[in-house]
């Protein structure tokens, strides 16, 4: 059975700071790894993913992420938090071999960004 | 524009009632799925189809049924068996087995009153 664990369900950053967000992940086969946004009431939109080409993962607004398979890891990190990056993250695992939609969540972590 | 439709977006029901939701797609894509997402909980998976007319159960698929008749479409009933049915319901889809991403709808929130 695979998880994930998002260290962290609140997360407050300044604005222009660094942004890292933390998740840890178990499975039992290579799995592929996501990294989603959700704003209050809205669906998820997704950040990025891995799907074992690169493990430095770039994404949209400025997120990546990088795998790392000795840690169980897929940290996502932006250099410089932004007002409108505030929303809950979710990060979240699928097995190989299987679809991609069939998804395993972490609990998410809420990021607030002051001014 | 592409994408996945649910309705209706906000939903109320009496205890004992069965209710559906309703999710279209027109993105041509194979597999759709039912998440519910509970404050704290992240989403939890009630059910997925990867084909017309075939769908599995997910990892809380009890007072829960699906149909998968038409490709475009995958309606919820949550039936008076649910015992706490208030949550917020995810419909998704992806082009199919081991090929893209999954793109996410805007969510039904059910309450019960």
């Known amino acids: 059975a695979q998880s994930v664990t998002q260290l962290g369900s609140h997360v407050s950053v300044s604005e222009g700071a660094l942004v890292l967000l933390r998740c840890n992940y178990s499975?039992?086969?290579?799995?592929?790894l996501f990294w989603y946004v959700q704003y209050p009431n809205q669906g998820l939109q997704l950040l990025l993913k891995?799907?074992?080409?690169?493990?430095l993962v770039k994404g949209i607004n400025g997120f990546e992420a990088e795998f790392k398979k000795s840690e169980t890891s897929f940290h996502l990190t932006k250099p410089s938090a932004h007002m409108s990056d505030a929303a809950e993250y979710f990060c979240?695992?699928?097995?190989?071999?299987?679809?991609?939609?069939?998804?395993?969540f972490g609990q998410g972590t809420i990021l607030t960004v002051h001014p | 524009d592409g994408g996945i439709t649910q309705s209706p977006k906000y939903l109320f029901r009496k205890e004992g009632q069965n209710v559906t939701l309703s999710c279209e797609q027109n993105?041509?894509?194979?597999?759709m799925y039912w998440y519910r997402q509970d404050p704290g909980q992240g989403l939890r998976l009630i059910y997925y189809?990867?084909?017309?007319?075939?769908?599995q159960k997910g990892d809380i698929a009890e007072g829960y049924s699906v149909s998968r008749e038409k490709k475009e479409s995958f309606p919820l009933t949550v039936t008076s068996a649910q015992k706490n049915p208030t949550a917020f319901y995810l419909c998704?889809?992806?082009?199919?087995?081991?090929?893209?991403?999954?793109?996410f709808g805007q969510g039904t929130r059910l309450t019960v009153v």
């Open positions: 998704a889809s992806s082009i199919g087995r081991e090929v893209g991403e999954a793109f």
């Open positions: 499975s039992s086969v290579p799995p592929y």
């Open positions: 891995y799907t074992s080409a690169a493990t």
């Open positions: 979240a695992v699928s097995e190989s071999g299987t679809s991609y939609g069939k998804l395993t």
């Open positions: 993105l041509n894509h194979d597999a």
């Open positions: 189809s990867q084909i017309v007319n075939d769908f």
